[in-house]
């Protein structure tokens, strides 16, 4: 079946403008989880849902990150205000129930370049 | 709090040859440990995980790896390698299932 997808692969934007990094997780896991992974570095948590609520957001950098999942199965990260700081690869990935014991499956990425 | 240590930023082995990548982690509380592989331009995919089972875990294409909590580690082996498996690895620890935290990373490289 479908794996998770992430749309855009890659995103260049301006240094101060907003942008929306869209997931979509396999159909039926109530766990979805945003990464962002630097350049040489592993994947670093921002924040996990289950369903539609944050049920872990204390890896979000700053006020200037948010997420959202209104339906439990679509999830944007919303940056505002962006700093070249932000130009990483932003990760999602998705689980059947959540918990540790659960495979969680990526996406390929989004790629975002801040100028 | 929980983090993970891959010694070896860079690891070069022939092909044929033992891989072993290691990782060091540190938890508070029984973690449950994981191996990602990411081939270049691909999304990370689970090689194995411990979750408090068998302290040997075997994983795909080969792959195991050894939980040893009075050493902390969890190394990854495969007794022969090969070409296609030159790619990036990283180790991952959790506890809760909310976070997981991910060491910086080793790239292998195959030697023909």
């Known amino acids: 079946g479908a794996g998770v997808s992430q749309t855009p692969s890659n995103k260049v934007t301006e240094k101060g403008k907003y942008v929306e990094l869209r997931c979509d997780p396999i159909?039926?896991?109530?766990?979805l989880y945003w990464y962002r992974q630097s350049l040489g570095q592993g994947p670093e948590f921002l924040i996990y849902f289950q369903g539609t609520g944050a049920a872990d957001d204390s890896g979000l950098p700053n006020d200037r990150f948010f997420a959202v999942r209104p339906e439990g199965s679509v999830s944007t990260l919303k940056i505002q205000r962006t700093e070249r700081g932000d130009s990483a690869v932003y990760l999602c990935a998705s689980s059947l129930g959540g918990g540790a014991s659960d495979t969680q499956y990526f996406g390929p990425g989004t790629r975002l370049t801040v100028l | 709090a929980q983090s993970v240590t891959q010694l070896g930023s860079h690891v070069s082995v022939s092909e044929g040859a033992l891989v072993l990548l290691r990782c060091n982690y540190s938890?508070?509380?029984?973690?449950?440990l994981f191996w990602y592989v990411q081939y270049p331009n691909q999304g990370l995919q689970l090689l194995l995980k411990?979750?408090?089972?068998?302290?040997l875990v075997k994983g795909i294409n080969g792959f195991e790896a050894e939980f040893k909590k009075s050493e902390t580690s969890f190394h990854l082996t495969k007794p022969s390698a090969h070409m296609s498996d030159a790619a990036e690895y990283f180790c991952?620890?959790?506890?809760?299932?909310?976070?997981?935290?991910f060491g910086t990373g080793t790239s292998l490289t195959v030697i023909p």
């Open positions: 938890s508070s509380v029984p973690p449950y």
């Open positions: 411990y979750t408090s089972a068998a302290t």
């Open positions: 159909s039926g896991h109530t766990a």
């Open positions: 991952a620890v959790s506890d809760t299932g909310n976070q997981f935290y």
